[in-house]
């Protein structure tokens, strides 16, 4: 128990360092109780930990409160630093595939816009794309606009340009 109050260099942590870590580790099994059943299993967490993550999800207000302070003493017991990179690596697909979709939808915006700067763009981030096709989309999708239809081109736009990204992407993983 005293070494807790103490670094590796033998000075003194402060309490409201031990705090701040404390909170830290109650955050994470907040996230942790949050999580689906199948990223749960895909964390390969430690039984105890496991079964009072599944225990927290039942459980409201003042008993849910007091739980996770009960497991944030349990994670603080199995390396919470290994279970935060594991929960992040779960997470980084989807970072992914958002900042692939952001990438999309600044382009289909930019070609609504008219600014066909972007295509160099597009033709360096999804090779074998075919721009031709991209600013003839952006053509009817422009005319679409301006003659109050639809926005159906802008669309099909949209997923033309998705569907090139993720190919690129595929293609970049292989």
């Given at each position: 128990m005293l070494n807790d109050f103490f670094?590796?260099?033998?000075?003194?942590?402060?309490?409201?360092?031990?705090k701040r870590e404390h909170h830290g580790i109650k955050a994470l099994g907040?996230?942790?109780?949050a999580l689906g059943d199948r990223q749960l299993r895909r964390l390969g967490l430690d039984e105890s930990v496991r079964d009072a993550v599944i225990e927290g999800r039942r459980l409201k207000h003042g008993a849910l409160q007091r739980h996770l302070r009960h497991l944030a003493n349990l994670l603080s017991e199995h390396n919470p630093a290994q279970i935060r990179e594991g929960l992040n690596a779960l997470r980084e697909p989807h970072r992914i595939d958002v900042r692939l979709l952001h990438d999309v939808?600044?382009?289909r915006d930019a070609l609504l816009?008219?600014?066909?700067?972007c295509l160099t763009e597009i033709s360096a981030r999804c090779a074998g794309v075919n721009l031709a096709t991209v600013q003839q989309l952006a053509r009817d999708a422009r005319a679409d606009r301006e003659h109050g239809r639809p926005p159906k081109n802008a669309r099909l736009l949209f997923t033309f340009l998705r569907q090139a990204r993720q190919a690129a992407v595929a293609g970049a993983d292989q």
């Open positions: 670094s590796d260099d033998d000075s003194p942590i402060s309490k409201s360092a031990l907040e996230e942790l109780v939808e600044r382009w816009a008219g600014d066909e700067d």
